[in-house]
């Protein structure tokens, strides 16, 4: 039998988290006896053994890591559904943009000038804009290409922009032109600073595990680290900051992105203002180089 259900979906992912019967059936509210019986009913359902058992304690198996990534994206979109749909009962409802905090102001600015009685802005931590779209709080996102984790969103391309080194203003290599990654690693004595990955851990490195921009502005005023951002950042800098272009970090675009399955003619509307906007953007530009 290929059903499955919610209720024995989220047992299984507990015990996959936990990784031990007791310490999930606490969580989940429940006695041990009936959450054993239920994984155990599961097993036999699919033909397959989820988990190894013997008395080190439990492992996934093969199959069992297969399902808990399936059954996460499941259960998300469960929690998602029941958000979206009560958003959209709401007489006053607004579609909600995620988008990290700091990233790309004078695109958000004009985007809400165009938009500002129909979108909620939420500014999150580094990487939750695609957690957000999943479980449904979220309608649209602002993300980076090629830092976020785009799977299974659509998204239009909105703007392409050079990387730039943050440094305190008073380091020597803050009065060159350009530099280079190895610049900043070879000669600014400063280490750099570290963001998450997908999965929320970090490279290994010297540097700061950076959480958010207000802390990164800090650390780096205080001639503790040094960044690399995109060139947008500098709209968020203090006096205390210096940015740099540097000639070899790849570039970054910004994309909207929105659940690829999502119908929603607001966010289409959005998404046609964001795309305008880019273009008129990218004219300015180009007209300004070549004035």
């Given at each position: 039998?290929?059903?499955?259900?919610?209720?024995?979906?989220?047992?299984?992912?507990?015990?996959?988290?936990?990784?031990?019967?007791?310490?999930?059936?606490?969580?989940?509210?429940?006695?041990?006896?009936?959450?054993?019986?239920?994984?155990?009913?599961?097993?036999?359902?699919?033909?397959?053994?989820?988990?190894?058992?013997?008395?080190?304690?439990?492992?996934?198996?093969?199959?069992?890591?297969?399902?808990?990534?399936?059954?996460?994206?499941?259960?998300?979109?469960?929690?998602?559904?029941?958000?979206?749909?009560?958003?959209?009962?709401?007489?006053?409802?607004?579609?909600?943009?995620?988008?990290?905090?700091?990233?790309?102001?004078?695109?958000?600015?004009?985007?809400?000038?165009?938009?500002?009685?129909?979108?909620?802005?939420?500014?999150?931590?580094?990487?939750?804009?695609?957690?957000?779209?999943?479980?449904?709080?979220?309608?649209?996102?602002?993300?980076?290409?090629?830092?976020?984790?785009?799977?299974?969103?659509?998204?239009?391309?909105?703007?392409?922009?050079?990387?730039?080194?943050?440094?305190?203003?008073?380091?020597?290599?803050?009065?060159?032109?350009?530099?280079?990654?190895?610049?900043?690693?070879?000669?600014?004595?400063?280490?750099v600073a570290r963001w998450p990955?997908?999965?929320?851990?970090?490279?290994?490195?010297?540097?700061?595990?950076?959480?958010?921009?207000?802390?990164?502005?800090?650390?780096?005023?205080?001639?503790?680290?040094?960044?690399?951002?995109?060139?947008?950042?500098?709209?968020?800098?203090?006096?205390?900051?210096?940015?740099?272009?540097?000639?070899?970090?790849?570039?970054?675009?910004?994309?909207?992105?929105?659940?690829?399955?999502?119908?929603?003619?607001?966010?289409?509307?959005?998404?046609?203002?964001?795309?305008?906007?880019?273009?008129?953007?990218?004219?300015?530009?180009?007209?300004?180089?070549?004035?």
């Amino acid at each position: 039998m290929d059903t499955l259900e919610i209720r024995e979906l989220r047992y299984f992912v507990t015990v996959a988290e936990e990784l031990h019967f007791s310490r999930a059936a606490e969580r989940l509210g429940i006695a041990q006896p009936p959450l054993s019986r239920a994984i155990q009913q599961l097993e036999r359902r699919l033909g397959v053994a989820l988990f190894d058992r013997d008395r080190r304690g439990v492992a996934l198996t093969h199959a069992g890591q297969v399902l808990l990534e399936e059954a996460r994206v499941i259960l998300a979109g469960t929690i998602a559904a029941a958000r979206r749909t009560r958003r959209a009962a709401s007489p006053t409802q607004r579609l909600a943009l995620a988008t990290k905090a700091g990233a790309n102001h004078e695109l958000l600015r004009r985007l809400l000038d165009a938009h500002s009685t129909d979108v909620e802005v939420t500014l999150c931590g580094v990487g939750e804009q695609a957690r957000m779209l999943r479980d449904g709080r979220a309608d649209v996102a602002l993300m980076q290409r090629p830092f976020d984790d785009l799977s299974g969103l659509d998204t239009e391309d909105l703007l392409t922009e050079e990387q730039v080194a943050i440094l305190p203003a008073g380091h020597p290599l803050a009065a060159r032109t350009r530099l280079s990654m190895a610049d900043i690693r070879g000669e600014s004595d400063l280490p750099v600073a570290r963001w998450p990955r997908h999965d929320g851990t970090y490279e290994p490195g010297p540097g700061p595990e950076i959480r958010d921009s207000f802390q990164l502005a800090q650390l780096v005023a205080l001639g503790q680290t040094v960044a690399v951002l995109c060139a947008s950042s500098r709209s968020w800098l203090w006096s205390a900051h210096a940015a740099i272009p540097l000639t070899d970090a790849p570039h970054v675009t910004t994309v909207l992105a929105w659940p690829a399955h999502s119908r929603s003619r607001a966010v289409a509307d959005l998404v046609r203002t964001a795309t305008g906007l880019a273009d008129r953007a990218s004219k300015e530009e180009r007209q300004a180089q070549n004035a």
